[in-house]
Structure formats: structure tokens, C-alpha cells
T-cell receptor, first 109, second 110 residues
Framework: LAKTTQPISMDSYEGQEVNITCSHNNIATNDYITWYQQFPSQGPRFIIQGYKTKVTNEVASLFIPADRKSSTLSLPRVSLSDTAVYYCLVGGQGYIPTFGRGTSLIVHP | EAQVTQNPRYLITVTGKKLTVTCSQNMNHEYMSWYRQDPGLGLRQIYYSMNVEVTDKGDVPEGYKVSRKEKRNFPLILESPSPNQTSLYFC?????????FGPGTRLTVT
């Protein structure tokens, strides 16, 4: 199972773009990269998943370079409601998810 | 509505009194799991189940039991709860890479 490393915390301001990078140097060929968002006292919520290049949905974009050893979750124009913990997970189809501590994002007015 | 439900949402109990937290999903997912979340420790997996009658230990299984007699239900059993099991518990089910989490159960053991 690929180990992931992401910053413990980040600060931003409303309206800014936030990029959270996750390192996964030993990612396997069949591994996908998945990001979750968690608000206090709630279960994590799936944000986005990708395998390579760029994936975009209504919430975020996920950028994955050609070597796939890292990935960047991009949140455009954050608001106060984006304050949450963001988790990066890496694994194949039947992987056992390990969430770790995630990145605590605080958005300031 | 597709969802994972847990009951109870809040529970205060005493040391040694057996309890069960129920978890049910209506999405016909094969994979289900239980996590506990404690301040500064993130989400830690307790047990998981790849399918009916198949369960495996996660990272912190001590003091817990589970069963998977049918696909939709995955109860978490604490035979003899202790104060160090005071935590926020989440049940989840998964389809492919996307996990769906329940609303959580906040357990306090005194």
C-alpha cells in the first residue's frame, strides 16, 4: 500500500485558490488517487479521484504529473465553508483505505 | 436515497456493559468498514469486510468484534467497553474507490 505524505495544516483566505499536494513516491501501477473532505463531527466525503493527468468536477480539480509520485488537489476560490480536513488516499481496486491525519485547511475571512 | 445509517448517534455507557452499534447501507455494496476517530490521531480502521461472512482486522481491532451475516448490515460490538474506547465511530461502505460514510456515533464510556 502506497504511503502518502501531505501537509498537516494550511491557511488561506476567502476567494483564493488552494492547492494541497500529496506525495506518494511508491505508488503502484494500478493505484488510483482519491481525495476526501471531512467537516468536524461528520464522516469524510468523497471529493475526486484520478489516475493520471487532470480530473475536474464541480468541486475541485486533481492534477497528477506523468510520474504519478505526487498529486495536487486544487480548490478554486475557497469560501469559509471549505474549512475542513482533506485526506489523500492511494490504492488499487480492492485496496484497504488508510486515512492518516490529513491536511487541516482553515479559510479566513 | 443512498445512505449509510448508524445507530445510536450518541451513547453514554459504563465500563463493562456490552453494547452494539448498528450500521446499515442500502447501496448493495460488498465492502464495509468501521473507523474510530480521536483528536490528533485521524481516522483509524477497526475492522473491515469484503463481503458477507468475510471480516478482517484493521489497524486497531482490540476490544471490538464485528459480524457480517448479510450484505447490508455490519454491526460493531464492544463486549466489555473501557474508557479508552471513548471515541467517534464511523461506519462506511464502498463501491470502487468511493467510500460512503455514516453520520457517526459518539460513544462515551465512563
Amino acid at each position: 500500500l502506497a504511503k502518502t505524505t501531505q501537509p498537516i495544516s494550511m491557511d488561506s483566505y476567502e476567494g483564493q485558490e488552494v492547492n494541497i499536494t500529496c506525495s506518494h513516491n511508491n505508488i503502484a501501477t494500478n493505484d488510483y488517487i482519491t481525495w476526501y473532505q471531512q467537516f468536524p463531527s461528520q464522516g469524510p466525503r468523497f471529493i475526486i479521484q484520478g489516475y493520471k493527468t487532470k480530473v475536474t468536477n464541480e468541486v475541485a480539480s486533481l492534477f497528477i504529473p506523468a510520474d504519478r509520485k505526487s498529486s495536487t488537489l486544487s480548490l478554486p476560490r475557497v469560501s469559509l465553508s471549505d474549512t475542513a480536513v482533506y485526506y489523500c488516499l492511494v490504492g488499487g481496486q480492492g485496496y484497504i483505505p488508510t486515512f492518516g491525519r490529513g491536511t487541516s485547511l482553515i479559510v479566513h475571512p | 436515497e443512498a445512505q449509510v445509517t448508524q445507530n445510536p448517534r450518541y451513547l453514554i455507557t459504563v465500563t463493562g456493559k456490552k453494547l452494539t452499534v448498528t450500521c446499515s447501507q442500502n447501496m448493495n455494496h460488498e465492502y464495509m468498514s468501521w473507523y474510530r476517530q480521536d483528536p490528533g490521531l485521524g481516522l483509524r480502521q477497526i475492522y473491515y469486510s469484503m463481503n458477507v461472512e468475510v471480516t478482517d482486522k484493521g489497524d486497531v481491532p482490540e476490544g471490538y468484534k464485528v459480524s457480517r451475516k448479510e450484505k447490508r448490515n455490519f454491526p460493531l460490538i464492544l463486549e466489555s467497553p473501557s474508557p479508552n474506547q471513548t471515541s467517534l465511530y464511523f461506519c462506511a461502505s464502498r463501491l470502487g474507490g468511493e467510500q460512503y460514510f455514516g453520520p457517526g456515533t459518539r460513544l462515551t464510556v465512563t
